[in-house]
């Protein structure tokens, strides 16, 4: 297998064995005032395209709908999609850790998660694996009929490529909203430009960070395609061993914006399945906080709100 993709390096700020917190991040992205109307997002689903989970996490496995194996961690078995390095467990978490008051709880806490593993244990994997797991998204179907709505991409690669492009524009088309990391090989300088592949194709929604203080993170990639800003410092979510651990990275800041995508979806009415993207990106660009006192290639249209 060639590896080609590779997850954006986070770093492990703090780890927690209990606690029972819903992260200030829900309310400075406005969240939880949409919980009501959209009943936590129940009944979207979204895809996770990362290094897998831990199934059983309590916070995490009544959300997990499905999942798939797509590298060669035990033994390419599709049935195995265990995550061997906690980051896909803790893009998890943010997306959709259930609100049951004993952990941390995510921004659609009654969506439900398609775990597609393209990650390995040593942090890498394939282009053909991440196209593969595309396709997947968009033709599962789950149990009840259900749907991928939203594909979230916390991971990345300084090349492009062309089937990975056709992948993504096909995935549009049939009406999945599609968010990546901007990428963190940021310098904090705004007139440098740093790419990251798929985040940096127009049909995804690419993320950058911002930090606790609503500034553009330093490591955050910078470039005229960023689209908004996330929360992406010091993150609580669930990881391994059932723990709860805060990281750092674009890779956190994702998944806020493919959350936030899973409750917004819940509000369109009456839409072309096709149109979803197009109203989504609307709806997070008529509602994002101007930081206009930064470049847009540090910030793009802002910081997410969904009030």
């Given amino acids: 297998m060639k590896y080609e993709i590779i997850l954006e390096r986070v770093k492990v700020v703090k780890l927690f064995k209990v606690l029972n917190a819903v992260p200030d991040n829900l309310d400075k992205i406005r969240a939880r005032e949409l919980w009501q109307e959209t009943d936590q997002g129940s009944g979207s689903v979204i895809a996770v395209l990362d290094s897998g989970v831990q199934v059983d996490h309590p916070s995490l496995k009544d959300n997990i709908i499905d999942g798939y194996n797509f590298t060669d961690d ?7 999609f265990k995550d061997y390095l906690g980051h896909g467990t803790h893009v998890s978490g943010i997306l959709a850790a259930v609100d049951n008051g004993k952990g ?12 597609l593993k393209v990650i390995n244990r040593k942090g890498r994997g394939s282009f053909e694996s991440l196209i593969k ?23 990345g690669s300084p090349e492009p490529n062309e089937e990975l492009h056709k992948a993504i524009k096909y995935a549009r088309s049939k009406g999945i909203v599609l968010v990546a990391a901007a ?7 705004s007139a440098t430009i740093e790419i990251s592949y798929p985040g940096f194709y127009k049909e995804v929604i690419q993320v950058g960070s911002i930090s606790e203080t609503d500034t553009p993170s330093k490591f955050s990639n910078t470039n005229v395609n960023l689209d908004f800003v996330g929360p ?25 914006v493919a959350g936030a995508a899973a409750l917004i979806i819940k509000i369109i009415k009456h839409c072309e399945p096709h149109l979803i993207p197009m109203y989504v990106y609307d709806y997070l ?7 206009d006192r930064f470049s847009i290639n540090q910030v ?7 009030k």
């Fill in 183 to 189: 990428g963190n090989q940021g310098d904090g300088e």
């Fill in 104 to 115: 941390i709880t995510g921004i659609a806490p009654k969506s439900k998660l398609l775990i």
């Fill in 300 to 306: 793009g249209n802002g910081f997410i709100q969904l």
């Fill in 74 to 80: 035990d033994e390419g078995n599709p049935s195995i």
């Fill in 285 to 291: 660009l008529t509602h994002a906080l101007s930081l």
């Fill in 232 to 256: 992406g410092e010091n993150i609580l979510s669930t990881h391994l061993n059932s723990d709860y651990v805060e990281l750092t990275g674009t890779s956190m800041a994702a998944p806020f």
């Fill in 133 to 155: 797991a595309i396709m997947y998204a968009v033709t599962w179907t789950g149990p009840n009929g259900e749907k991928v709505n939203i594909i979230n991409m916390s991971l």
